[in-house]
């Protein structure tokens, strides 16, 4: 079975300090991706990676910056954390380029910023 | 654009009953329709997915979608739902002609009641 793992399940940080979020899968993926759930507005799509040091900007990038250093690795970095930013992230992974595979996700991380 | 639309935001069954949460969208070309799955206080599972063929689909768990092209529409079924079966399920769509991005609707809460 894939696994895809995030750091944390629940994390408080405050307005202004640096967040990293870990994303880890473990079947050779070569996509992965970054979201964001809030109640009513479903999932958004914030940054996806196709490959290796390789990022492309989705919906709703403003804030966040990503890095993919290694294929199994994908970091979501909250450069000032603000209070907007309070929400569910999803990271997930698919198994290339075509979007024929479904994706796979993680538990997700509840990020509360006061 | 590429659109989806769940016009439920939440639908309450009996358990044992057919149940149904609705899907609709818009793309241009020919879709790749999912449907996920989320219980509480996890990520998201895949339950299946139409790509070419039957329109037709039987996913896990007992759930299938019905592929109808000229209402653009990819509805979820279950001919007898289980308690179990409450969780929040999210509809999305890509297209071969837009393969970057996975666009997920707002989600149906789905409640059965015993």
């Known amino acids: 079975d894939v696994k895809v793992t995030q750091s944390s399940r629940y994390l408080v940080k405050r307005t202004g300090e640096k967040v990293f979020l870990e994303c880890v899968q473990d079947m050779d993926h070569e996509n992965m991706f970054w979201y964001r759930q809030d109640p009513g507005l479903g999932l958004r799509l914030i940054y996806f990676s196709y490959d290796v040091k390789m990022k492309e900007k989705g919906d709703i990038p403003e804030g966040y910056s990503v890095s993919r250093e290694k294929k199994e690795r994908f970091s979501l970095i909250l450069e000032s954390a603000s209070t907007n930013q309070t929400s569910m992230y999803l990271c997930?992974?698919?198994?290339?380029?075509?979007?024929?595979?479904?994706?796979?996700f993680g538990p997700g991380t509840r990020l509360t910023v006061t | 654009a590429q659109s989806v639309a769940q016009p439920e935001d939440q639908v309450n069954v009996a358990e044992g009953n057919p149940l149904t949460v609705k899907c609709t969208y818009s793309?241009?070309?020919?879709?790749?329709l999912f449907w996920y799955v989320q219980y509480p206080n996890r990520g998201l599972q895949f339950l299946l997915k139409y790509i070419t063929g039957d329109n037709l689909v039987k996913g896990s768990y007992g759930f299938e979608a019905e592929f109808n092209k000229s209402q653009t529409s990819f509805h979820l079924k279950k001919p007898s739902a289980l308690v179990s079966d409450s969780a929040l399920y999210f509809c999305a769509v890509s297209s071969r002609h837009n393969t970057d991005k996975l666009i997920f609707g707002t989600g149906t809460r789905l409640q059965v009641f015993p």
């Open positions: 793309v241009s070309g020919n879709p790749y």
């Open positions: 997930a992974s698919s198994r290339d380029r075509v979007l024929a595979y479904e994706q796979y």
